[in-house]
């Protein structure tokens, strides 16, 4: 049995920040085994003084391949963007042998920002994605990667025949039991992307294994212009997923930007998660998602980078965007409208996710260690800050080499 | 003669960015030579490979003892922002001696995060005041600070009478004939904090002195119906430094959310300079200013921090979050109103405050090295880019230890 000591703070789903100073949380290889005031019975204890001990982030929608185009082509309209960088982009990784510097660099940098849990997209090349599944399994994280399933509506360097997508994904889903910490999440790009001869073999195939899914819901509305005209018996976007059985509590819908109360409430109702992903919303002029509004309605709501719509790997920017974004809301619709306070926005990329992994919420009995240590001690002050004013800061600040130590899976991994 | 070696970029008035691949930037203690394609009677030469060289930042606007409240307290309403945080803050700075580190590592992130011009507001304290321009000026910084004034509306804590304010502003300016490169600006908090007869006061002292002067302009709903009921003359709020004779071509006004047409009309005419603060439009929602537009009428826009209400000293965060508030302008008004490019903003913090420091633009000749050498070379590639695309990528990306070298006024800083 293990300790760390330290001001140990998380937020539980209300969005109360508990707060234990001067403790120790212990744990072993199985996890936590609870927060205490002394380290009877522990072996190692690394004492992290005055630091803050935080849970780590979990960033539940990014596409690995896009790594590469971080921050570039923003000022390009969607579509423009997809073929000036998205799609060459991605087209690269056809090679493992590209793609694997290329990942491992992934990993060590989304450690080094505290992240420690994902759900991913790959591109469409399935040697590849095991090869994305190796590095991050290998660098310590955990959660899901998808093989991206596009039969249709991609471009000549970045296509896959029906045939070759269901081919393909049968060989990725069979290489996968090697994998103990990184897991297959069936992964078609959308529904503009895919034929609904692929769509009805992949719900056949979530209804067989079982597997999670995560794609994009009525991110923009071209978007969903476009799936109303490719399924006109769909009244509503979320429909082209639930009718082929790719919509139950195992799944994860990026955006929902421009979702009806409708959809919300088929979201709610279905159990299936949605990602916020606050800094693309902005960044590709899609909208605000109203996140206040889904929470009120009981939608469960994660948080995700969406590098490259988004354009920072670092989930402190990313709470503080999703922060903004609610406030976007508050200014458009006036107060009534409550903006994401610090703590709900920074429950959103930690315990959120929780019962998507079928964990228990951070720093509760049982669950896996995944934990950030924060470093403060250099920022200047007026007076003492109590811990909650300088967990606020911590997030808001992201001051550079703050974080001193970063713990996934019961191991500590920086 | 020196020269710098690298990519040198920079942007121009209209948006273009000027690009110089592999070039020589010659300069002495007097300035900017030129750009050429060798070295010759250089002395020393700085070869940057291929770097990044880039003009450095210019933050017209930001509160210096805010600094210590940075990212603190942005769940708060403004009114109990100020309350709680912002006027407990200032009043430390009462002592001198408890500023003088707090400045100095101010003086020290700011050149950290490439930024070298400033225009700062300062406490009420006069002392204090001069202890921030001395470490502005050690450091190595150019530009403005100045002495708040304010005589009502303030806290007990923070508040000076009518005549406190005028006897320490005199003290003050006086004061300020040993410094170089650090300049007195007259800094009325706004409106609603100073009474008619220190305006009236402050309105001789420009007139005599032709000194800069600095104050917030039309932020949020409340304050412009406040200044309304103080000022039942005037139609308009800035009528009320107008009608002190505090309104003129070296004025800067911060914010400008809600000013109507009529307001930009006469901000243009007057040429006065809007100091725009993206994050703290949104951080303390207050709407989002509409850049665009004034840009299309003309105004002379520049960009601020405005820390803390901003909770970013790095220019590059507030380049992006421009950016996005000129995105989010477009969300609600459609692509009638084109967001701001991703050079056009860059220049905003760069060339576009050069007018206000009567010099040339970066990187022309006769204009002051002011200069960034960023590097890139570990961020991964799919293709070969351009450096456009590597200008780009630089400014989204605010990759940690990107900036290698730092210039201020003809000098090496880091």
Known sequence: ?????????????????????????????????????????????????????????????????????????????????????????????????????????????????GTTKISMFSSLHFESTLVLMEEMEKAGLVGFVGKVNMDRNGSEELHESTEESIENTKKWILSCDKFKHIKPILTPRFTPSCTDELM??????????????????????????????????????????????????????AHCVQSSDDELLAIKKSGVTVVHCPSSNINLFSGFAQVRHMLDLGV??????????????????????????????????????????????????????????????PFHQGAPLHAIVLDDALLPNTKELSLKERFQRAIYRRQKDAIMAVYGNNKRLK
């Not at 056949?204 to 794609?215: D, F, G, M, N, Y």
């Not at 969406?306 to 920017?317: E, K, P, Q, R, S």
Request: proline letters at 5%; charged letters at 20%; one cysteine or more.
């Open 300 to 361: 469960k709501v994660v948080l995700g980078s969406d590098i490259a719509g988004g354009n920072h790997l670092c989930m402190f920017d990313n709470i503080a965007s999703a922060i903004r974004v609610s406030k976007a809301r508050t200014i458009i619709e006036g107060p009534k409208t409550q903006f994401l306070t610090t703590e709900e926005a920074f429950f959103l990329a930690t315990g959120a996710s929780s019962s998507f992994f079928g964990e228990e919420l």
């Open 1 to 113: 049995m293990n300790a760390l000591k330290g001001n140990i703070l998380y937020v539980e789903p209300n969005g109360d920040l508990i707060i234990h100073p001067n403790s120790f949380l212990h744990y072993d290889e199985n996890g936590i085994l609870g927060i205490f005031d002394n380290a009877l019975n522990c072996e190692e204890i690394e004492d992290w003084g005055n630091r803050l001990i935080l849970p780590s982030f979990a960033d539940m929608h990014l596409h690995a391949p896009q790594y590469t185009m971080l921050g570039m082509g923003l000022d390009l309209p969607l579509l423009d963007w997809l073929k000036t960088y998205t799609f060459p982009a991605e087209a690269r990784f056809k090679d493992p042998e590209f793609a694997r510097p290329i990942y491992r660099k992934l990993a060590l940098e989304l450690i080094g920002n």
């Open 200 to 253: 009805g073999w992949l719900g056949e195939v979530a209804r067989q294994t079982k597997l999670p899914i995560q794609s994009h819901l009525s991110e923009n509305e071209a978007e969903v212009q476009t799936v109303k005209n490719l399924h006109p018996d769909c009244s509503q976007y979320w429909q082209t997923y639930q009718k082929y059985g790719l919509w139950n509590e195992r799944t994860l819908m």
